[in-house]
């Protein structure tokens, strides 16, 4: 920038140096004037600070609409699941997956097609992958107590994520050692025998930084047969080994134990939303769902059990260790290389099968930031390379009606690979003061390959037959953004972004009719959106952001529950998609001098999901007919999400360290079907939450938090999780209505009703 002001700025400074002078010299004059006084034992002082100036782009993404949630928002409350952490961000939705803390976490919509794990997103923790190679995260490993914030970043992603980042990415910072400085006990209790166990470890300083978490939570549930065990470990270690290099160690192991109910029709859940009087399928209550199992195991005659007669359930174990190396090359430049091996294993009696099999998986990774300039401006160059590789090897099993989900005969296996090569770069150029341009491009060329045997049976013996999978995929997102800074308390940015996904080998061998088989010819979804979006501090007091988004998709991968008694849902392409919306957020003290404890915050997602072209194939035993989707809202995308909490933390005075909050949820009814004619009810809820700190002037009661909360304070029932079903073709020629599509089973799983929670938490 040109001064034009040179002479007035010397004379100024001249007349600040002469003053600055005067006033020395009076200083001193009055020092040596005044007699000594005993000095003052001098308080420890703390001083914490916090950047990312070496960070890579994969941790702050450039011109990428981010929100985030901070540890002050979900620390001081029961925090069971990662949806307790992420209610608070603005595009982000979530309903119930099949488990206890298997949340289906969305970005704008991206998972809420699925009914279990993290789908369409990529999930870091600690800058380490959680996605699996084929595109699968789980969330049951998150205990909200380990983690100091999380940031999600929304829209397309593939550029630095890589495959599978089609909807964005989710980044989860578990609590730096120096922080805690100590140990942490504590225990949360309250509802359906609800126990949280939980300790945490932490120390820290220059030369290094240690975390280490540990939980047990267990809970009888609060629907028939949902009682469950987990068990939480997570660490993390930085260690400086020399002013240029430094290392990160970590580790994740979870172990769920837990019984597993079925999902509902919409009749079932309005007659029996939990299952009450459900545990005898002959003797059951109205609105029980039962599950059909083969009486010898392998053909034949079938017997309808309840999932508490059947055994249904999840036994499941991931466990992960990643080894990161930073170096330093100058002090512009930085170089990254780490690896993450990472084994999901799986026993799960969840229907009619049994599903038990390792995932392994091995990720390997290598970037580097060169922090420059051209002339006067900044340019940030991001530029890396992945390979990451999963083999697996599972065996699905018959149940029979003996308990205990006691297998029966093989009814099918599957043994294949899937692995993802990809190379990103990223330029972030600051060509004026108040002005950003990104460019990037990323690409990942993926291989699967699988056989599948097929296992039937009949009274004159057993036959097999397979089916391969082998399939490869190519490609390219593409990147650019404009980022304007007009003031310091307002930012603009504008970015249109490209994402991919190729379909999972899971995706490949599962038929329309919910059985396992061909499902092999499914394409890779692309897409690409644009978003407009700005932060505005108007005042202190008040903090906005908005962002509007518009996305075009191609053969986008949805997927649809045939029911109960099949083997899990199934997948199938929509030839061209489109999704749009707008998110919103807020902050405000609205007395911020007369109330400075009083806080509001807000967050809002408006997201509209259209087919705009999909032509589908019903068939019943006697026709087929084809139907035309465009124009239709895709199922399971929930339009409207709403959450307010007004805060209040007292900040002085005789009750100082006092607080709580009033929330307030709210999302629309949304439809479950491709013809748009059975829609899930929606809800609003009304959580409240009061805990206390106690000050530093309470001597060692400063050590200790205590919290009580009630969720769903009116006792609402609510649809917590609604899997797609499929539209039904009559005998007639016409699709059925919302009165038979009511009675398709495999769909909905009821939330909490009113529910109390405390805790206690103490540091030494």
Request: glycine share 10%; aromatic share 10%; proline share 5%.
């Amino acid at each position: 920038m040109t001064d034009i002001f040179p002479s007035v700025r010397r004379a100024l400074g001249a007349a600040a140096g002469a003053a600055v002078l005067a006033c020395g010299h009076a200083a001193m004059a009055q020092i040596a004037a005044t007699p000594p006084s005993p000095r003052p034992v001098p308080r420890p002082e703390r001083i914490t600070v916090t950047g990312v100036a070496r960070a890579p782009a994969t941790a702050t993404p450039a011109g990428q609409t981010t929100y985030g949630a901070g540890r002050s928002s979900f620390a001081g409350q029961a925090a069971q699941t990662v949806a307790d952490m992420l209610v608070t961000v603005p595009g982000v939705s979530f309903v119930a997956g099949n488990g206890p803390r298997d949340v289906v976490v969305s970005i704008r919509g991206s998972g809420d097609r699925q009914s279990y794990g993290l789908k369409n997103i990529q999930v870091l923790e600690d800058g380490f992958p959680m996605t699996q190679p084929d595109g699968t995260a789980r969330s049951d490993l998150i205990d909200p107590h380990a983690y100091d914030r999380v940031d999600v970043f929304q829209g397309p992603a593939s550029t630095l994520y890589g495959n599978y980042a089609i909807n964005g990415a989710i980044d989860f910072r578990t609590r730096d050692g120096a922080d805690i400085h100590g140990l942490e006990l504590g225990s949360d209790f309250g509802s359906f025998g609800m126990i949280n166990t939980y300790v945490t470890l932490g120390a820290g300083n220059r030369a290094y930084d240690l975390m280490v978490f540990g939980s047990d939570v267990r809970s009888n549930g609060f629907i028939a047969n949902s009682g469950y065990a987990t068990a939480t470990e997570n660490a993390r270690l930085r260690v400086s080994l020399t002013p240029s290099d430094r290392l990160v160690l970590k580790f994740v192991n979870n172990v769920t134990d837990a019984f597993l109910p079925l999902r509902l029709s919409l009749d079932q859940y309005r007659r029996n939303p939990y299952q009450a009087g459900c545990a005898d399928a002959a003797q059951a209550a109205a609105g029980c769902a039962t599950v059909n199992l083969l009486v010898n195991g392998r053909y034949g005659a079938t017997r309808a059990l309840s999932p508490q007669q059947a055994g249904l359930g999840r036994f499941d174990r991931r466990s992960i260790v990643g080894l990161r190396w930073e170096h330093d090359i100058d002090s512009r430049t930085t170089w990254r290389t780490q690896f993450t091996y990472d084994q999901r294993h799986v026993d799960q009696p969840t229907s009619v099968t049994s599903f038990v099999g390792p995932y392994n998986s091995y990720a390997v990774s290598s970037d580097i930031t060169n922090r420059g300039r051209i002339d006067a401006t900044n340019l940030t160059s991001f530029a890396g390379v992945n390979f990451d590789y999963l083999d697996f090897g599972y065996q699905v099993y018959n149940l029979t009606p003996e308990g205990g989900a006691t297998r029966g005969a093989l009814n099918s296996t599957a043994y294949g690979h899937q692995w993802n090569l990809g190379a990103r770069f990223q330029e972030d150029w600051q060509f004026a003061p108040r002005w950003h341009a990104v460019i990037g491009l990323g690409g990942t060329y993926s291989d699967l390959g699988a056989v599948e045997t097929l296992y039937s049976y009949s009274a004159r013996g057993q036959a097999r037959t397979w089916v391969t999978a082998d399939r490869f995929f190519f490609n390219l997102a593409p990147e650019a953004a404009l980022v304007y800074a007009p003031a310091s308390d307002w930012t603009v940015h504008t970015r249109v972004g490209t994402a991919y996904a190729t379909p999972a080998t899971s995706n490949l061998f599962v038929t329309p009719q919910g059985t396992y088989g061909n499902n092999t010819q499914l394409k890779s979804t692309t897409s690409v959106g644009i978003d407009l979006g700005t932060d505005w501090h108007p005042s202190r007091a008040l903090r906005l952001q908005a962002t509007g988004f518009y996305e075009f998709y191609h053969d986008e991968l949805v997927s649809q529950s045939a029911g109960v008694n099949s083997v899990g849902s199934y997948a199938f392409n929509a030839p061209a998609t489109q999704h749009r919306g707008v998110e919103l957020g807020a902050e405000w003290t609205p007395l911020r001098r007369t109330l400075p404890g009083a806080r509001v915050r807000l967050s809002y997602t408006y997201d509209n999901q259209i087919y705009t072209r999909y032509t589908e194939i019903l068939s019943n035993s006697a026709l087929s007919r084809a139907f035309d989707r465009s124009g239709r809202n895709i199922p399971g995308v929930i339009p409207n999400f709403l959450n307010v909490r007004v805060l209040y933390d007292q900040p002085d005075g005789l009750l100082e360290g006092l607080g709580g909050s009033v929330e307030v949820t709210w999302r629309s009814a949304y439809w479950l079907d491709n013809a748009n004619r059975l829609r899930a009810p929606g809800y609003g809820l009304v959580n409240l939450e009061l805990h206390y700190d106690p000050p530093r002037r309470m001597g060692w009661a400063h050590r200790l938090h205590g919290y009580v909360e009630v969720q769903n304070l009116a006792d609402a029932t609510y649809v917590a999780g609604a899997a797609n079903i499929t539209d039904v073709l009559q005998a007639n020629g016409r699709q059925a209505g919302a009165a038979v599509l009511a009675t398709r089973t495999g769909s909905i799983y009821a939330g909490s009703p009113r529910a109390v929670f405390g805790g206690v938490r103490i540091r030494f």
